[in-house]
Protein backbone atom coordinates (compact mmCIF):
# COMPACT_ATOMS: atom_id res chain seq x y z
CA UNK A 1 0.00 0.00 0.00
CA UNK A 2 1.30 3.12 -0.39
CA UNK A 3 2.55 5.67 2.40
CA UNK A 4 -0.34 7.43 2.43
CA UNK A 5 -2.26 4.33 3.60
CA UNK A 6 0.09 3.17 6.52
CA UNK A 7 -0.21 6.71 8.38
CA UNK A 8 -3.71 5.69 9.02
CA UNK A 9 -2.45 5.96 12.97
CA UNK A 10 -2.58 7.27 16.48
CA UNK A 11 -5.39 8.84 16.75
CA UNK A 12 -6.76 8.78 13.19
CA UNK A 13 -8.77 5.52 12.99
CA UNK A 14 -11.06 6.97 15.92
CA UNK A 15 -11.44 10.70 14.08
CA UNK A 16 -11.89 8.45 11.06
CA UNK A 17 -14.84 5.93 12.32
CA UNK A 18 -16.26 8.76 14.64
CA UNK A 19 -16.79 11.73 12.42
CA UNK A 20 -16.28 10.17 8.66
CA UNK A 21 -17.47 6.72 9.19
CA UNK A 22 -21.41 7.41 9.60
CA UNK A 23 -21.37 10.47 7.12
CA UNK A 24 -19.41 9.17 4.27
CA UNK A 25 -18.84 5.26 4.57
CA UNK A 26 -21.68 3.74 5.82
CA UNK A 27 -24.54 4.68 3.09
CA UNK A 28 -21.90 2.54 0.62
CA UNK A 29 -21.24 0.14 3.51
CA UNK A 30 -24.87 -0.69 3.01
CA UNK A 31 -25.20 -0.99 -0.45
CA UNK A 32 -21.70 -3.09 -0.91
CA UNK A 33 -23.23 -5.66 1.81
CA UNK A 34 -25.99 -5.95 -0.49
CA UNK A 35 -24.06 -7.35 -3.35
CA UNK A 36 -22.29 -9.70 -1.55
CA UNK A 37 -23.17 -13.31 -1.15
CA UNK A 38 -21.99 -16.99 -0.47
CA UNK A 39 -20.34 -19.08 2.77
CA UNK A 40 -16.99 -17.71 2.77
CA UNK A 41 -16.16 -13.54 2.32
CA UNK A 42 -12.56 -11.98 2.26
CA UNK A 43 -12.61 -8.56 2.73
CA UNK A 44 -9.91 -6.17 2.10
CA UNK A 45 -8.78 -3.01 3.25
CA UNK A 46 -11.62 -3.61 6.17
CA UNK A 47 -9.95 0.17 7.91
CA UNK A 48 -12.20 0.45 11.23
CA UNK A 49 -14.48 -2.13 10.26
CA UNK A 50 -17.27 -0.16 9.13
CA UNK A 51 -18.46 -2.74 6.07
CA UNK A 52 -17.02 -5.59 8.14
CA UNK A 53 -20.24 -4.66 10.72
CA UNK A 54 -22.66 -4.60 7.86
CA UNK A 55 -21.50 -7.68 6.26
CA UNK A 56 -21.47 -9.84 9.45
CA UNK A 57 -25.09 -8.38 10.20
CA UNK A 58 -26.20 -9.61 6.66
CA UNK A 59 -24.50 -12.71 5.89
CA UNK A 60 -25.24 -15.82 7.15
CA UNK A 61 -24.26 -17.42 10.57
CA UNK A 62 -23.02 -19.79 9.39
CA UNK A 63 -21.07 -17.49 6.69
CA UNK A 64 -17.19 -17.01 6.89
CA UNK A 65 -15.90 -13.81 7.39
CA UNK A 66 -12.47 -13.12 6.76
CA UNK A 67 -11.51 -9.04 7.25
CA UNK A 68 -8.28 -7.66 6.42
CA UNK A 69 -6.30 -4.51 6.48
CA UNK A 70 -2.41 -3.80 5.63
CA UNK A 71 -2.79 -1.28 8.81
CA UNK A 72 -2.21 -2.77 12.07
CA UNK A 73 -3.55 -0.09 14.15
CA UNK A 74 -7.03 0.25 12.01
CA UNK A 75 -7.31 -3.35 12.06
CA UNK A 76 -6.93 -3.45 16.12
CA UNK A 77 -9.48 -0.62 15.87
CA UNK A 78 -11.74 -2.60 14.10
CA UNK A 79 -11.36 -5.88 16.08
CA UNK A 80 -11.94 -3.90 19.49
CA UNK A 81 -14.93 -2.11 18.15
CA UNK A 82 -16.88 -5.44 16.81
CA UNK A 83 -15.41 -7.52 19.74
CA UNK A 84 -18.42 -10.13 20.59
CA UNK A 85 -19.36 -10.09 17.53
CA UNK A 86 -19.00 -13.96 16.38
CA UNK A 87 -17.76 -15.44 13.18
CA UNK A 88 -14.95 -12.22 12.19
CA UNK A 89 -11.44 -13.36 11.64
CA UNK A 90 -9.20 -10.40 11.66
CA UNK A 91 -5.94 -10.48 10.06
CA UNK A 92 -3.39 -8.46 8.76
CA UNK A 93 -2.71 -9.00 5.00
CA UNK A 94 -1.66 -7.18 1.79
CA UNK A 95 -4.03 -7.34 -0.76
CA UNK A 96 -1.06 -7.22 -3.23
CA UNK A 97 0.33 -10.51 -1.85
CA UNK A 98 -2.94 -12.41 0.02
CA UNK A 99 -1.84 -15.13 2.40
CA UNK A 100 -4.56 -17.39 1.09
CA UNK A 101 -4.84 -20.42 -0.58
CA UNK A 102 -6.33 -20.37 -4.47
CA UNK A 103 -10.30 -21.13 -4.49
CA UNK A 104 -10.97 -19.72 -0.89
CA UNK A 105 -13.31 -17.69 -1.05
CA UNK A 106 -17.16 -17.11 -2.96
CA UNK A 107 -16.83 -13.12 -2.60
CA UNK A 108 -13.41 -10.88 -2.24
CA UNK A 109 -14.70 -7.72 -1.66
CA UNK A 110 -13.41 -3.78 -0.98
CA UNK A 111 -14.79 -0.59 0.05
CA UNK A 112 -12.67 2.33 -1.32
CA UNK A 113 -9.15 0.68 -0.95
CA UNK A 114 -8.11 -0.59 -4.20
CA UNK A 115 -6.94 3.45 -4.67
CA UNK A 116 -4.14 3.15 -2.11
CA UNK A 117 -2.57 -0.05 -3.87
CA UNK A 118 1.01 0.72 -6.02
CA UNK A 119 0.10 -2.43 -7.62
CA UNK A 120 -3.83 -2.34 -8.96
CA UNK A 121 -3.14 -5.40 -11.15
CA UNK A 122 -1.21 -7.47 -8.46
CA UNK A 123 -4.48 -6.85 -5.94
CA UNK A 124 -6.98 -8.41 -9.02
CA UNK A 125 -4.63 -11.07 -10.15
CA UNK A 126 -4.61 -11.66 -6.31
CA UNK A 127 -8.54 -11.43 -5.70
CA UNK A 128 -8.83 -14.03 -8.52
CA UNK A 129 -6.34 -16.54 -7.35
CA UNK A 130 -8.20 -16.85 -4.06
CA UNK A 131 -11.79 -16.95 -5.72
CA UNK A 132 -13.67 -20.22 -6.44
CA UNK A 133 -14.64 -20.71 -9.81
CA UNK A 134 -18.21 -18.14 -10.22
CA UNK A 135 -17.11 -16.39 -7.26
CA UNK A 136 -16.96 -12.16 -7.58
CA UNK A 137 -14.68 -9.50 -6.66
CA UNK A 138 -16.82 -6.57 -5.72
CA UNK A 139 -15.20 -3.29 -4.72
CA UNK A 140 -15.84 0.40 -4.68
CA UNK A 141 -13.67 3.91 -5.77
CA UNK A 142 -14.55 7.69 -5.13
CA UNK A 143 -15.71 9.28 -8.01
CA UNK A 144 -13.94 12.44 -8.94
CA UNK A 145 -13.40 14.83 -5.96
CA UNK A 146 -15.21 17.84 -7.90
CA UNK A 147 -18.30 15.55 -7.82
CA UNK A 148 -17.95 15.19 -3.86
CA UNK A 149 -18.57 18.20 -2.27
CA UNK A 150 -17.44 17.47 1.63
CA UNK A 151 -13.97 16.02 0.84
CA UNK A 152 -13.47 19.16 -2.43
CA UNK A 153 -14.19 21.96 0.38
CA UNK A 154 -11.38 20.04 2.62
CA UNK A 155 -8.97 19.90 -0.50
CA UNK A 156 -9.46 23.92 -1.81
CA UNK A 157 -9.52 24.99 2.21
CA UNK A 158 -5.81 22.96 2.32
CA UNK A 159 -4.93 24.58 -0.67
CA UNK A 160 -5.74 28.12 0.08
CA UNK A 161 -4.01 27.94 3.56
CA UNK A 162 -0.72 26.34 2.29
CA UNK A 163 -0.99 28.33 -1.45
CA UNK A 164 3.14 27.38 -1.66
CA UNK A 165 2.96 23.76 -0.62
CA UNK A 166 -0.73 22.37 -0.19
CA UNK A 167 -1.11 18.81 1.76
CA UNK A 168 -2.31 17.08 -1.12
CA UNK A 169 -3.59 13.34 0.46
CA UNK A 170 -6.96 14.23 -1.58
CA UNK A 171 -5.41 13.25 -4.65
CA UNK A 172 -5.00 9.54 -3.24
CA UNK A 173 -8.50 8.64 -2.75
CA UNK A 174 -9.92 10.08 -5.70
CA UNK A 175 -7.03 9.43 -8.22
CA UNK A 176 -8.70 6.25 -9.89
CA UNK A 177 -12.28 7.87 -10.94
CA UNK A 178 -12.00 6.64 -14.49
CA UNK A 179 -14.43 3.89 -15.13
CA UNK A 180 -13.12 2.46 -18.28
CA UNK A 181 -9.67 1.85 -16.68
CA UNK A 182 -11.50 0.32 -13.92
CA UNK A 183 -13.21 -2.02 -16.19
CA UNK A 184 -10.07 -2.70 -17.73
CA UNK A 185 -8.49 -3.52 -14.52
CA UNK A 186 -10.73 -6.70 -14.17
CA UNK A 187 -11.11 -7.67 -18.19
CA UNK A 188 -7.31 -7.68 -18.14
CA UNK A 189 -6.97 -10.07 -15.43
CA UNK A 190 -8.86 -12.51 -16.16
CA UNK A 191 -12.53 -11.40 -14.65
CA UNK A 192 -16.01 -11.94 -16.93
CA UNK A 193 -19.05 -9.96 -16.24
CA UNK A 194 -17.43 -6.87 -15.72
CA UNK A 195 -19.25 -4.22 -14.62
CA UNK A 196 -18.78 -0.45 -13.18
CA UNK A 197 -22.10 1.55 -11.59
CA UNK A 198 -21.91 4.79 -10.67
CA UNK A 199 -23.79 4.86 -7.50
CA UNK A 200 -24.59 8.02 -5.52
CA UNK A 201 -25.61 8.39 -1.95
CA UNK A 202 -26.80 11.22 0.24
CA UNK A 203 -24.32 12.56 3.06
CA UNK A 204 -25.79 13.87 6.15
CA UNK A 205 -23.20 15.23 8.78
CA UNK A 206 -25.55 16.39 12.44
CA UNK A 207 -22.96 19.67 11.82
CA UNK A 208 -20.16 21.44 10.41
CA UNK A 209 -17.36 20.75 13.44
CA UNK A 210 -17.38 17.51 13.48
CA UNK A 211 -17.28 16.94 9.57
CA UNK A 212 -14.46 19.42 9.28
CA UNK A 213 -12.77 17.26 12.45
CA UNK A 214 -13.09 14.17 10.60
CA UNK A 215 -11.77 15.42 7.48
CA UNK A 216 -8.52 17.00 9.06
CA UNK A 217 -7.71 14.66 12.19
CA UNK A 218 -9.37 11.61 10.47
CA UNK A 219 -6.65 11.63 7.98
CA UNK A 220 -3.42 11.43 7.13
CA UNK A 221 -3.62 15.04 6.11
CA UNK A 222 -3.30 15.99 9.20
CA UNK A 223 1.01 14.99 9.75
CA UNK A 224 1.02 16.93 6.23
CA UNK A 225 -0.44 20.21 8.08
CA UNK A 226 1.72 19.67 11.20
CA UNK A 227 5.27 18.76 8.89
CA UNK A 228 4.31 22.55 7.94
CA UNK A 229 4.00 24.22 10.49
CA UNK A 230 0.33 24.25 10.33
CA UNK A 231 -2.37 24.15 13.41
CA UNK A 232 -4.83 21.38 13.45
CA UNK A 233 -7.29 23.40 15.40
CA UNK A 234 -6.80 26.53 12.85
CA UNK A 235 -6.88 24.43 9.95
CA UNK A 236 -9.93 22.17 11.60
CA UNK A 237 -11.77 25.63 12.57
CA UNK A 238 -11.26 27.21 8.56
CA UNK A 239 -12.75 24.31 7.42
CA UNK A 240 -15.73 24.42 9.70
CA UNK A 241 -16.59 27.87 8.31
CA UNK A 242 -16.09 27.00 5.00
CA UNK A 243 -18.55 24.38 5.06
CA UNK A 244 -21.44 26.45 7.25
CA UNK A 245 -21.23 28.97 4.42
CA UNK A 246 -21.59 26.24 2.24
CA UNK A 247 -24.61 24.05 3.65
CA UNK A 248 -25.58 25.92 6.63
CA UNK A 249 -25.13 24.95 10.36
CA UNK A 250 -26.50 21.69 10.02
CA UNK A 251 -27.58 19.24 9.25
CA UNK A 252 -25.41 19.56 6.19
CA UNK A 253 -26.22 17.28 3.28
CA UNK A 254 -24.84 16.93 0.22
CA UNK A 255 -24.22 13.96 -2.42
CA UNK A 256 -22.02 11.37 -2.78
CA UNK A 257 -20.40 9.62 -6.10
CA UNK A 258 -18.42 6.61 -6.39
CA UNK A 259 -17.79 3.46 -8.75
CA UNK A 260 -18.91 0.10 -7.45
CA UNK A 261 -17.21 -2.26 -9.82
CA UNK A 262 -17.99 -6.29 -9.82
CA UNK A 263 -16.17 -8.96 -11.95
CA UNK A 264 -16.86 -12.88 -11.66
CA UNK A 265 -14.00 -15.56 -11.92
CA UNK A 266 -14.85 -17.99 -14.56
Known amino acids: MTDAHEKFTGSIPEFYDRELGPVLFEPYARDLAGRVDGPRVLELACGTGIVTRVLRERLPREATLVATDLNPAMLDFARHKLEGAAGIEFRVADAQELPFPDDSFETVVCQFGIMFVPDKDRVAREA???????GRFVFSAWDEIARNAFQRIAHETLVAIFPDDPPMFY??????????????????????NATVENVKREARAPQAYGLASGLIDGNPVSDAILERGGL??????TLEGNLRRKFGDGPLVSTLQAWVATGEKP
Open 232 to 237: LKQVVA
Open 171 to 192: RVPFGYADPKEIRSLLERNGFA
Open 128 to 134: RRVLVPG
